[in-house]
């Protein structure tokens, strides 16, 4: 059996040496980190993305925004504009708003909707439920529970903020006639609905209060 040399030695330490150092350049922690560059990005924008205090305002719906670094400097930007802008607080008040408009309008209560809405959307409720009373139709409708709220967009333009918002809710809707005989729907089939909506405030206004401007459909 040959014996192991000097040189034998000195390779196998300097093998050793650049094995390690590889090992610790390709370790599972340090691949990660490398891996997705656009971490720091996401964390930093979810800063904006905080769950309401309010546990019990927590079982009703989530609030989420777009994970997105220019969403979020658009929000910094309305909250230097508006001072009393705050995404949970609008959430909350979105939600509130939703469902008040939802009702009064399937109520056929278009009066109460003046302070909330814009002209052009007024009509638009107006006109439906016109239609509907021409018909001799009315539509039944409740709101099951709020899924998700989310903050889809906001643009500044002078002194106008709009603020575009995605709700997603499951309702049951039913459609009858005058004798009350359902023409469509079923009181115990549920539905996800999407709704985006957006809400604008005009600061140059004496007391600027936001107001419903668009309905889109998703």
Same mark, same amino acid.
């Given at each position: 059996?040959?014996?192991?040399?000097?040189?034998?030695?000195? &390779?196998?330490?300097?093998?050793?040496?650049?094995?390690?150092?590889?090992?610790?350049?390709?370790?599972?922690?340090? %691949?990660?980190?490398?891996?997705?560059?656009?971490?720091?990005?996401?964390?930093?924008?979810?800063?904006?993305?905080?769950?309401? #205090?309010?546990?019990?305002?927590?079982?009703?719906? %989530?609030?989420?925004?777009?994970?997105?670094?220019?969403?979020?400097?658009?929000?910094?930007?309305?909250?230097?504009?508006?001072?009393?802008?705050?995404?949970?607080?609008?959430?909350?008040?979105?939600?509130?708003?939703?469902?008040?408009?939802?009702?009064?309008?399937?109520?056929?209560?278009?009066?109460?909707?003046?302070?909330?809405?814009?002209?052009?959307?007024?009509?638009?409720?107006?006109?439906?439920?016109?239609?509907?009373?021409?018909?001799?139709?009315?539509? =039944?409708?409740?709101?099951?529970?709020? #899924?998700?709220?989310?903050?889809?967009? &906001?643009?500044?333009?002078? #002194?106008?903020?709009? %603020?575009? &918002?995605?709700? &997603?809710?499951?309702?049951?809707?039913? %459609?009858? $006639?005058?004798?009350?005989?359902?023409?469509?729907?079923? $009181? =115990?089939?549920?539905?996800?609905?999407?709704?985006?909506?957006?809400?604008?405030?005009?600061?140059?206004?004496?007391?600027?209060?936001?107001?419903?401007?668009?309905?889109?459909?998703?």
């Amino acid at each position: 059996m040959s014996q192991i040399s000097y040189y034998d030695v000195i &390779v196998l330490v300097l093998f050793t040496i650049v094995s390690f150092s590889i090992y610790k350049m390709l370790k599972p922690e340090n %691949v990660e980190e490398n891996a997705n560059p656009f971490a720091k990005k996401t964390i930093k924008a979810s800063k904006m993305v905080k769950l309401f #205090k309010n546990k019990k305002a927590l079982q009703n719906f %989530v609030f989420e925004t777009l994970k997105n670094e220019s969403l979020d400097i658009k929000v910094q930007k309305l909250s230097k504009l508006d001072k009393t802008f705050e995404p949970q607080s609008f959430m909350s008040w979105a939600r509130d708003n939703f469902e008040y408009i939802f009702k009064s309008f399937y109520s056929n209560h278009n009066e109460k909707l003046k302070l909330k809405l814009s002209n052009d959307v007024y009509k638009e409720f107006e006109k439906f439920n016109n239609e509907l009373s021409s018909k001799k139709q009315s539509i =039944n409708a409740e709101i099951v529970r709020f #899924k998700t709220i989310m903050i889809k967009d &906001v643009n500044l333009f002078k #002194k106008q903020a709009n %603020v575009t &918002v995605e709700f &997603v809710t499951e309702q049951t809707a039913v %459609v009858k $006639d005058s004798t009350g005989k359902i023409l469509k729907g079923d $009181d =115990n089939q549920i539905e996800t609905i999407t709704d985006i909506w957006c809400f604008s405030k005009d600061f140059s206004l004496k007391n600027p209060a936001w107001i419903l401007t668009k309905t889109i459909e998703a």
